[in-house]
């Protein structure tokens, strides 16, 4: 009985039916703005004396996976192979081996550079460094221009690191999503709070999508903020103002509605002007907007397809607060023979 998935390898990726048809599980887990991680169980036993499937190059160290969904269209990783777990048993019989890896933005984080980048936005240094690792682009604007008579830009660390570093200081996040034939996007963007949901998933009967969901909030968080700086031209005082989160809600009522009284955070940034500080003082709004966490259990027969992290889902039966539109925070997906469940982590910044 197979999983119900297609396992590429090579590049392009081609369907591997012997690694396809031999894993007995697989693990693929996705996370607002960090690597989509994937692991592919499968077990081995001794022929003529050696156990050849852990020299087998098709999963061997640096080579690429692709994992689809059921129906084979959905990619739900595009990665490299860093590293095996091996479990070995006397005889060979019940031995067995893990295949690890994880997304394409592992090649941007393999090499620290020192560079200075001058004159660009963070949009501009980010778009750059895309092209130069061949990924499609999918990234927002800046505002804040970083002159080299000023407040130059320097890159102190892997490529990776780096657009880490600017997607958090602009309230952005950074991810990479891949097709089935192997090509890759990176987003540079704020999380996607607007737009329809993908799908719904209720709880309000037995037929339902789901059968439990746990939800827990937390307002003790900052509802505005203020950055400042210093014009190194003239030595006068700037400050960046964010009076809320830049982030549209997803309800009717968002934590600076709920929590009233005065919660400001002042993050210590270096800017070269009012817009660059602004950007500082948004960003240290966005994570923390998300004030109410939800999880939940489901499959993709349940909810009518395969749930994606940075996707918005609508839950329904939740009660007037919480019932409404969530953004997929998380989802790891356990594949095995008899089913194949998703673990979901949503967040929300608003209720009602």
Known sequence: MGLGITIGTGTPPIPNLE???????????????????????????????????LADGSYGPGATIMIAGPGGLDCMVHGFVHGH?????TGGEGSSLEIVGSDMSLKMDRETKIKNWPNPTDGEAVMAILAQNQFIPDANPTPARHLIT?????QRASDYAFIRMLAKRNGFIFWVSSTVIGIDTAHFKPPPVSGAASTSLSIKDADS??????????IERPTSAEAH?????????????APQTPLAPLGSMPLSAIASETRKAVPTVAANDTGGLSARAEAALVEDGFF??????????????????????????AGTLHSGNYLVGGVTHRIGPDAHLMDLTLYRNAWG
């Not at 777990?85 to 048993?89: G, M, S």
């Not at 000023?150 to 320097?154: C, D, E, G, I, Y």
């Not at 109410?292 to 839950?315: D, S």
């Open 229 to 241: 700086g210093l014009d190194v031209s003239n030595k006068s005082v700037l400050t960046g103002v």
């Open 292 to 317: 109410i966490t939800a999880k939940c259990q489901t499959t993709p027969e349940a909810a009518g397809g395969l749930v994606r992290a940075h996707t918005l889902v609508e839950v329904d039966g």
């Open 150 to 154: 000023q407040n130059t830009l320097m």
């Open 85 to 89: 777990r091996i479990a070995l048993v």
């Open 209 to 218: 999508a789901l059968s439990r969901l746990d939800i827990s909030w937390d």
């Open 19 to 53: 690694l396809t048809g031999s894993a007995s599980q697989v693990v693929v887990e996705e996370r607002l703005g960090m690597p989509t991680r994937f692991s592919i169980a499968l077990p081995i036993d001794i022929e003529r004396s050696d156990l050849p499937a």
